[in-house]
């Protein structure tokens, strides 16, 4: 993947998305959209605003395996929780129940999006303090993390 790494005072080193490449920013005025697409997607991808980029990643991940995933950006349960029925099903359909979410913040309230056969990716504690990078890792909030968590929900379906 081409990235292109931001050094601003308020982007650690997090990388710009092509958006010629994926959908508009406007979008996230609906509070989720589908940032990336796949053709037959058998799981959705849920990131949370710097956490998107993990999830690309682990689309890109588990397709190099065969697994086609859904990108969706989640920067605002609120606004999408307003949203029309039809909206929402668009998004996070109920044909594909395999989904993750991950996100730099608690787990608690993603089982609203992830349901029963998902899984939420987070930190459930406090206390750390060392370079996010070496959190990120040691926390799983990776994109190998998420593809592998993600495949176990595949295998675990196929069953």
Not at 108 to 130: K, M, T
Not at 136 to 157: D, P, Q, S
């Amino acid at each position: 993947m081409d990235r292109a790494y931001s050094h601003g005072p308020h982007s650690p080193g997090l990388p710009i998305l092509d958006r010629t490449k994926y959908a508009p920013a406007q979008e996230a005025a609906k509070g989720a959209y589908v940032f990336s697409d796949t053709p037959d997607a058998q799981l959705i991808l849920i990131g949370s605003g710097s956490e998107v980029h993990i999830a690309l990643a682990a689309q890109e991940l588990l397709a190099a395996g065969g697994v086609a995933a859904r990108v969706v950006s989640m920067p605002s349960w609120e606004l999408f929780d307003a949203q029309p029925a039809a909206y929402r099903e668009s998004i996070l359909p109920a044909a594909i129940p395999l989904r993750v979410s991950i996100e730099a913040g608690v787990t608690l309230g993603w089982e609203r999006y992830v349901g029963p056969q998902g899984a939420a990716i987070g930190l459930d504690h406090f206390g750390a303090s060392a370079p996010y990078q070496e959190l990120y890792k040691n926390f799983g909030l990776t994109a190998e993390n998420m593809a592998e968590v993600a495949l176990g929900l595949v295998n675990k379906a196929e069953k």
